[in-house]
């Protein structure tokens, strides 16, 4: 089994900046694939960003894209989900996902691909 803990998560004003991390632990990290997602109250867990195994390939969601940067540390086992020019609509609880199978030739964008999740962690961002 791969453990995830995502960390990081907080309050914030419009326009300001969040690193998120997510430590794996009890797998060999750098054969998974990794994935960011959110979920806000009332609403599907929806796609953040998803990053390669070797870091050199990223992947946004369009609703993120030049605003937040996926990158990993295979050596200290974690991926970091940088977020600058945060907006309300990025208040969410943000989770950390990963799989041992997929490739840039999958979808990558929908839950249902990944087998590993982290807990969460609760970013808001106020106005």
């Known amino acids: 089994q791969l453990q995830l803990v995502e960390s990081g998560g907080g309050l914030v004003q419009a326009g300001g900046s969040l690193r998120l991390s997510c430590a794996g632990s009890?797998?060999?990290?750098?054969?998974?694939?990794m994935a960011w997602f959110r979920q806000a109250p009332g609403k599907e867990r929806e796609f953040v960003g998803s990053?390669?195994?070797?870091?050199?390939?990223?992947y946004y969601a369009d609703s993120v894209k030049a605003r937040f940067t996926i990158s990993r540390d295979n050596a200290k086992r974690t991926v970091s989900l940088q977020m600058n020019s945060l907006k309300p609509e990025d208040t969410a609880v943000y989770y950390c996902?990963?799989?041992?199978?997929?490739?840039?030739?999958?979808?990558?964008?929908?839950?249902?691909?990944?087998?590993?999740w982290g807990q969460g962690t609760q970013v808001t961002v106020s106005s």
């Open positions: 009890g797998r060999i990290f750098n054969n998974y694939y």
């Open positions: 996902a990963a799989d041992r199978w997929l490739t840039d030739l999958d979808t990558r964008k929908n839950a249902y691909e990944y087998d590993y």
């Open positions: 990053i390669s195994r070797t870091g050199r390939s990223t």
